[in-house]
Nanobody, 119 residues
Framework: QVVLVESGGGLVEAGGSLRLSCVAS????????AGWYRQPPGKTREMVAG???????NYADSVKGRFTISKDDTKNVVYLQMNNLKPEDTAAYYC?????????????WGQGTQVTVSS
C-alpha cells in the first residue's frame, strides 16, 4: 500500500508563493501519474495540475503560468509550486497518485492541506 502525506499549505497574501509537497511512502512502487486537486469552500473538487509518464503535464486554465507541478522519482515526492497566488486560489489542496509495483496497481489520495490567500 502507498500512503501520501501533504505539506506546505498556509496563509499567504495575494501575490505570494507557496510550495506544496506530497510524499508517497510504501515499498517497491512507482508513481506513473500524479495530480493536485483543490476544493474551495462549498464547491466541488477540481483538478489543478496533473503529470504522467506518458502524457506529460497539464494545468487548469485558471492556474496556467502561475503553478508548476513536478515529480522527484528518486524521492517519490510530487510538488506544486504556486506563484502569484490569488484569493480565488483559497482551497483545500489534495494530492492524488496512481501507482504500481509490478503486480498491483492503486490510486490514493492525501489528507489535504489548506491554502488561504488574503487580499
Amino acid at each position: 500500500q502507498v500512503v501520501l502525506v501533504e505539506s506546505g499549505g498556509g496563509l499567504v497574501e495575494a501575490g505570494g508563493s507557496l510550495r506544496l509537497s506530497c510524499v508517497a511512502s510504501g515499498s517497491g512502487f512507482n508513481i506513473h501519474a500524479a495530480g493536485w486537486y483543490r476544493q474551495p469552500p462549498g464547491k466541488t473538487r477540481e483538478m489543478v495540475a496533473g503529470i504522467t509518464t506518458t502524457s506529460g503535464i497539464n494545468y487548469a486554465d485558471s492556474v496556467k503560468g502561475r503553478f508548476t507541478i513536478s515529480k522527484d522519482d528518486t524521492k517519490n515526492v510530487v510538488y506544486l509550486q504556486m506563484n502569484n497566488l490569488k484569493p480565488e486560489d483559497t482551497a483545500a489542496y489534495y494530492c492524488n497518485v496512481a501507482w504500481n509495483n509490478g503486480h498491483d496497481i492503486g490510486n490514493v489520495w492525501g489528507q489535504g492541506t489548506q491554502v488561504t490567500v488574503s487580499s
